[in-house]
Structure formats: structure tokens, C-alpha cells
């Protein structure tokens, strides 16, 4: 960061990462500069800063995710933090230990930031009302996703030099999607033309309202596109609940290289992994020259450390 | 699609001294029909006098109606799993025999129509062994178990015409409006059973003092009521195609009329068994007219004439469901429901046209434009460049119905030894005479 700018905890003013949800655009940008430093500081062999000396950060898991978790687990370390990774799925809620008596037991031991995953939507909310120290949303329920989205928007950023005026088509699972809901919020922050191409099973209600356009025709939606951002599908909607089957989900929804045709020449394809091949994407695409999706890995721990070291400059220094 | 032969090869047909009936253009009048290659050139009063080609064959038809064949969507067969009650092949012939021209099947069948490749199998049946036009639905669910919606986009590709549960209602309201949801982005119609099984009971008749007087479990007219109103909220949830198969009372048919009025795109059909008989012609425990939905009072069945004159029913059906010895020969509540009626429902829904409880052109249209046009069907129409489907039948000749003279495999009829007024003289598909 050069001399003139004004500090990281001007340019983000808030304790918690909560969601994208309430974040000013000049703040979104604030915090993908700061990741653009990390980018460099990852790719030295020295890749270690202070700013988190001394601090103890709690990864605590609700919810399975090695990639997240590892994420967020180098980031903390590249900062100079003690990081501890609780994975909760396991073991205390199976005794019956309620997310407050978790948060309760936790707070005990003095953490400094607790970045939590967990399945239900609001959750992350919850727990932050009831610890004393800053909280980072990785991902609650279908709510919001808001690391994901950052690093995305970061990807993107680096690729296409801005985010305002690109069309991005987000296509699959937009209902169960913390993923969508987070960049839907974000890339329009940014001013970019977001649209969602899902069968009509796997969008909300009301999803016209929320700030895109709606496609059920794949080709349609990815006239002219600039961004492909593929979602996951879980194994558990495959068969009959939400689509008939793997093959006709493939047939109408799966990224192909026929159907990325309909995109700009130039469009890039994104995934927030892990990756269906055959189901949400074909694999040709998923490691073909549009590609981004290893990308978005590296771009993941930078903006961690970004958010991270964001969340430091507001920490209590007494 | 029926005709092996290239209907190309035909001599065209000229049918004269007709009543011309085309129920989808309103045309009611003496005139003729030409056949030209296998579909219509001319029909009415214009026919008369174009002059037909060189060679043509003329078929004086002696005042006798000529309409639009029939297009009956409610057709089971046995084909594939139950040859023995009905092949593609026996329901054609049935359907020939009755004025029929296109059937759509259920896919009620073992194994059931849930696979692309079924779909196939039953266009190429049909292709090589049926004389009249054949449409199968496709199962909604796998299996038609209720549970797992079919691949309602890659069926529609294949050649499913639309997506029923056969003669099983989707219990799962959850589970029904993820299927019209995902068949509204494919515009596919859901023709569905209404008859809510829990409430039904194991019911095998209409529920009512004779149903008590009988000792027999009967399901109340709510098991259908309800869930129809159900459906209904679902279409309006989720903007779905709707078609109820076959309603049996007047509370099912005043929601329907509402959600019609409403803007929604829905439509219902009848048998033509709850239109010409009630839960009194059961009689001593005839299993041949146990069917679901059960008969009704007398007064429903007038009720339900009205629905179809007022135009809140659109289609009628013949609800042909063949069943044999083995599944009928049972005391009354453990028969199969289901009865034949491909060769009887034109014949069954004249009796409403010769009582005076509805004109013969709304009758016809209910049998004809409607169906075809709520399935997207090139048929049903005498319009110039349509198909000659075609049916010539006299509307005043008596007849009586000789059980051994049906065509069906199963003779599960509950018209046996009825007496008819208004029978078919020939059906033609594709310019092609199928009656023998």
C-alpha cells in the first residue's frame, strides 16, 4: 500500500465480515487492493507478515470444507496468527452443545477472530452477537458466502481490468447457493449485469427482484457473456428432487463447449469448486485455456489474508 | 405415422352427401370432404362443387355426419408388459372401430414410460402395428412412484406429448409443484389423476347411503374435490400447465372454472362413463364399472353435463382401460378399477346429443379440437391441409353391443348389450380407410 492512502481500518470500518450484505462498494474495492498485496506477498518465497503476531484465530467448522478451511488456515498463518481448526461437525454438537454454548466455550479461551462455517443460514450472525471478537462469515447455510464472492470479484478484476459493465451469467443451484446470493450483491455493487440461468426448480422465489435477469434457456443466458460462473449441484438434488437426473441436468445446464459458444469469444469460466465434472461442467472446460477455476484457489488465500488483516487494524491492542 | 404405406399412393377420396361437422371452425352443413394425399383439401358446402381430381373415389356417405376423427388422451394399454389385455396393434383397432384416429397412451404400462428409450419403443410400436395415430404420455414421476420427477425435458424430446402420473395422483404437494415448476420451463403440460389415495381410503365406490346399503369402502367426492383445489393453488403458485384427466364432481369443476377465470392455464377432462352413468347402474356388485374415480350420483352426472356445455370440462375421454378375467373376476372390492371404451365413446356420448342434454357440435368438440389443441396436436380439424382423420358415422342408426364383437383384447365393457343410437360407418387416417 502506498503512503498516501488512508489506513485499512478507515477503508473498512467494520469489526466482522458478516456478508456482502452492507458493505459500501469503496470498501469492496478497499479490500481487493489489500488482497492485490497479498497476491505478491504469497508468491515470495518469504511469504510471512506480523500483523497477526501474537493473535489467535479459530477456524471453527460446522460444516465440512477442506478447501475453505485450508484457505483460511494458510492465510491466518502468512499473517503471523496462531490458528487452530475446530471442526464441530463431529463432535460437540453430537453431545448436544448448542451453537451458544459453543460460542460461549470458545470465547472463554480468548480468541481474537473466529471464522465460522456452518449449515443453517443466520448462524454466523448469531454467534457474532455472542462472542467479544471479530467474526468471519465462511459461508452460512444459503445466506451469504462473502469470502467467496470476494475472491471471485478479484479473479475477475485481474482478468477483465473492472467489474463494471461485464454480464455475468451464474448458472446452476442459485436456490441453495450462499455462492450466488454473495456475488449477486457484490459484482451489482460493482456495477456489473448479473444474470442467473437455472431451471425454474433451483431458483427462489422472487429471484427477478433481486437484481438480474432470469434465464431457464442456458444459451440464452450466456448470449454475449463475459463471466461463466458455474455452481455446484449436491449429489443429494440430482436424482429426481430438484432435476430428473445427472444426464438431463448435463443435457440443458451442464457448460459444454457447445453452449459456452453463446458466450463472448473472451468470456471466462469460474467455479467455487469442488467441481461435478460432468454434471454442472463439462471436464474439457473446466481445464481448458478459459478457465479460471485453479485460479480462484490462489486468489482465495489472498483475499483471506486481506480480509483477515482488515479485521486486525480494528482488533483491541490493550 | 399409422400408415406403413405412403398414403401418397392413395386415389383421393371425395366423401358426399354429408353433414360436415368441424366442431374447431364452427361448421355445421351439407357439403363434402376431398382427400387429397392423405390429408383434407376441401370440406362443407365448398366442396361440392370444386370437381374433384381425375381417379378420385366416391364414397356417398348418404347423409351420414362426417367430423373430425376422434382424439381420445385417455387410453391405457397393455403393450408393453400386458399384451394379453390390450397391444398397441387390438387398441388401434378398437379405436378404428369407435371413430378414434389418435390415442394418447398412459404410461401405465410395465415397464412404465420414464425412459427415453420407451418413449421410442412405443412410437416404433405404433409405427409398425397400429392403424390409428399414437401419442404416449410419459410417466411425471420415475416409476410413477410420486417421488422423483422423470426426465420430463429429454421425454418431451423424444416424443411424449405430455406427463401424467397414469392412475396415480402425486400425493406430495411439495414434490407436485417442483414438477410443474420444472415442466412450466419446458412447456409441458401435467395431466394429472385427482384422487387423494388417503382420503380415498381404499374407497371402491362413491361414497353414499348405497355404498352403506352394499357394505362396501367408499371414497368421498373430497379425496377428489381437494385435491384437484390442491393442484389448482400449484398452477397458480407456479404458473405450471395444468390438465385435471378426468373430474367427477361439481365442487372440482367450480374450482376449475374459477382458476379458468383466473387467468390460469388449466383444463379438465370427463370420461365418458361419469358423463352417461351413475353409482346406480353398479348394481349387484359389476365389477366392469368399478373405476377411479368412482360413479357418481345421478346428480353429479348432471352436473358434470352442465361443466361440459358451460365449456369448463374440454375434453372427453373414453378412459379405456383394458382388464381381463384374472384382475376382474374378484369380489367387487378387490377387482381392478378400469373399463374398455375406445369402441364405445362416440357412441355412449351421442346418447347425451339424442336425450337433448347437449348439441352434437360441443359434444364432437370435447372429442376432438380441445384435446388437440391442449396437447399441440396437428389434429382434431377439417381444416384444408389437416390430416384426413376422419370419421363417418350415422347419427340415428340403432345398434346393440355385442360384447364378442369388440375389437379389444379385454372386454371389460360396462355398455354390454347396450343399446346405441348413432353408429360408425368408417374412419379414415391419413385419407386411409382402418374400419374393416
Not at chain 1, 485455456?289 to 483491541?316: D, F
Not at chain 2, 381410503?201 to 381437494?226: D, F, Q
Not at chain 2, 359434444?363 to 384435446?371: G, H, I, V
Request: glycine share 8%.
Amino acid at each position: 500500500m502506498s503512503a498516501h492512502h488512508p489506513p485499512l481500518a478507515e477503508l473498512y470500518p467494520h469489526r466482522h465480515l458478516l456478508g456482502i450484505e452492507g458493505l459500501q462498494p469503496n470498501e469492496i474495492v478497499a479490500l481487493l487492493d489489500q488482497a492485490e498485496a497479498a497476491v505478491e506477498i504469497s508468491r515470495q518465497v518469504e511469504k510471512k507478515k506480523a500483523v497477526l503476531r501474537g493473535r489467535t484465530q479459530i477456524n471453527l467448522f460446522f460444516e465440512a470444507s477442506t478447501r475453505t478451511q485450508s484457505s483460511f488456515e494458510i492465510a491466518g498463518k502468512r499473517l503471523g496468527a496462531d490458528v487452530m481448526n475446530m471442526s464441530v461437525a463431529s463432535s460437540s454438537v453430537k453431545k448436544g452443545e448448542t451453537l451458544i454454548d459453543t460460542a460461549a466455550t470458545l470465547n472463554a479461551m480468548h480468541p481474537d477472530i473466529i471464522v465460522v462455517r456452518h449449515h443453517a443460514a443466520g448462524a454466523v450472525h448469531l454467534l457474532a452477537q455472542k462472542v467479544g471478537c471479530s467474526v468471519v462469515n465462511a459461508g452460512d447455510g444459503a445466506h451469504e458466502h462473502p469470502t467467496q464472492a470476494l475472491l471471485d470479484a478479484l479473479t475477475i478484476r485481474r482478468h477483465k481490468g473492472s467489474i463494471a459493465g461485464l454480464t455475468v451469467a451464474i448458472c446452476g443451484d442459485i436456490l441453495h447457493s450462499r455462492v450466488a446470493r454473495s456475488n449477486i450483491i457484490l459484482l451489482n455493487a460493482l456495477g456489473a449485469r448479473v444474470r442467473v440461468v437455472a431451471p425454474s426448480t433451483l431458483l427462489p422465489n422472487g429471484i427477478a427482484q433481486m437484481g438480474v435477469e432470469v434465464f431457464q434457456d442456458m444459451r440464452k443466458g450466456l448470449a454475449g457473456a463475459d463471466i461463466v460462473m458455474m455452481l455446484r449441484l449436491q449429489r443429494e438434488r440430482m436424482q429426481g428432487a430438484y432435476i430428473p437426473s445427472v444426464r438431463e441436468y448435463f443435457r440443458y445446464y451442464g457448460l459444454d463447449r457447445d453452449k459456452l459458444a453463446a458466450a463472448a469469444a473472451d468470456a471466462l469460466v469460474m467455479h467455487p469448486g469442488p467441481m461435478n465434472r460432468g454434471v454442472e461442467i463439462d471436464p474439457e472446460i473446466a481445464d481448458g485455456p478459459q478457465s479460471l477455476i485453479r485460479e480462484q484457489v490462489e486468489m482465495g488465500v489472498a483475499v483471506r489474508m486481506a480480509v483477515l488483516e482488515a479485521l486486525a487494524a480494528h482488533l483491541p491492542n490493550k | 405415422m399409422a400408415n406403413p404405406q405412403s398414403p401418397i399412393l392413395l386415389a383421393p377420396i371425395l366423401l358426399t352427401n354429408a353433414r360436415v361437422i368441424d366442431p374447431a371452425s364452427g361448421l355445421d352443413a351439407p357439403g363434402s370432404v376431398l382427400i387429397e394425399n392423405g390429408r383434407i383439401t376441401a370440406a362443407g358446402p365448398s366442396a361440392h362443387n370444386q370437381g374433384a381430381p381425375e381417379g378420385t373415389e366416391m364414397i356417398d356417405v348418404a347423409g351420414a355426419v362426417v367430423a373430425p376423427g376422434l382424439v381420445d388422451m385417455g387410453v391405457t394399454v397393455g403393450e408393453p408388459g400386458a399384451e394379453h389385455r390390450e397391444t398397441l396393434a387390438s387398441a388401434s383397432q378398437a379405436a378404428a372401430a369407435g371413430g378414434v384416429t389418435t390415442i394418447v397412451t398412459s404410461p401405465d404400462t410395465d415397464p412404465v414410460i420414464d425412459d427415453p428409450a420407451l418413449v421410442d419403443f412405443v412410437l416404433r410400436r405404433a409405427r409398425d402395428t397400429a392403424c390409428v395415430n399414437v401419442h404416449p404420455f410419459a410417466a411425471l414421476t420415475k416409476g410413477l412412484s410420486g417421488e422423483e420427477m422423470s426426465e420430463i425435458g429429454l421425454l418431451q424430446e423424444a416424443g411424449a406429448v405430455a406427463f401424467s402420473n397414469g392412475h396415480r395422483s402425486v400425493t406430495h404437494a411439495g414434490i407436485m409443484r417442483r414438477l410443474m415448476t420444472y415442466a412450466r420451463d419446458f412447456g409441458a403440460l401435467v395431466v394429472h389423476h385427482t384422487e387423494d389415495p388417503a382420503l380415498a381410503g381404499g374407497g371402491v365406490v362413491n361414497e353414499s347411503l348405497s355404498a352403506s346399503w352394499k357394505g362396501l369402502p367408499a371414497s368421498p367426492r373430497e379425496a377428489e374435490i381437494i385435491m384437484v383445489e390442491r393442484d389448482l393453488r400449484l398452477a397458480a403458485l407456479t404458473r405450471g400447465r395444468y390438465h385435471a384427466q378426468s373430474v367427477s364432481c361439481t365442487e372440482s369443476t367450480r374450482a376449475i372454472a374459477r382458476a379458468k377465470a383466473d387467468g390460469l392455464d388449466v383444463t379438465c377432462g370427463i370420461t365418458v362413463n361419469h358423463l352417461t352413468l351413475n353409482e346406480n347402474d353398479i348394481g349387484p356388485y359389476r365389477t366392469f364399472f368399478k373405476m377411479s374415480p368412482p360413479l357418481r350420483s345421478e346428480d353429479e352426472r348432471q352436473a358434470m353435463i352442465a361443466a361440459l356445455a358451460d365449456g369448463t370440462i374440454d375434453v372427453i375421454v373414453s378412459g379405456h382401460d383394458p382388464q381381463d378375467v384374472e384382475t376382474k373376476r374378484h369380489p367387487f372390492a378387490e377387482a381392478a378399477d378400469g373399463a374398455i371404451g375406445l369402441e364405445t365413446l362416440l357412441a355412449a356420448g351421442l346418447r347425451l346429443v339424442h336425450s337433448g342434454e347437449i348439441g352434437l357440435a360441443p359434444l364432437l368438440a370435447a372429442m376432438t379440437c380441445n384435446p388437440a389443441r391442449r396437447l399441440g396436436l396437428d389434429a382434431g380439424r377439417l381444416a384444408a391441409g389437416s390430416p384426413a382423420d376422419v370419421v363417418v358415422f350415422d347419427l340415428d342408426r340403432p345398434w346393440v353391443l355385442d360384447k364378442t364383437r369388440l375389437k379389444s383384447r379385454s372386454k371389460n365393457t360396462p355398455f354390454e348389450d347396450a343399446r346405441f343410437t348413432g353408429q360408425v360407418l368408417h374412419t379414415l387416417v391419413a385419407g386411409k380407410i382402418v374400419t374393416p
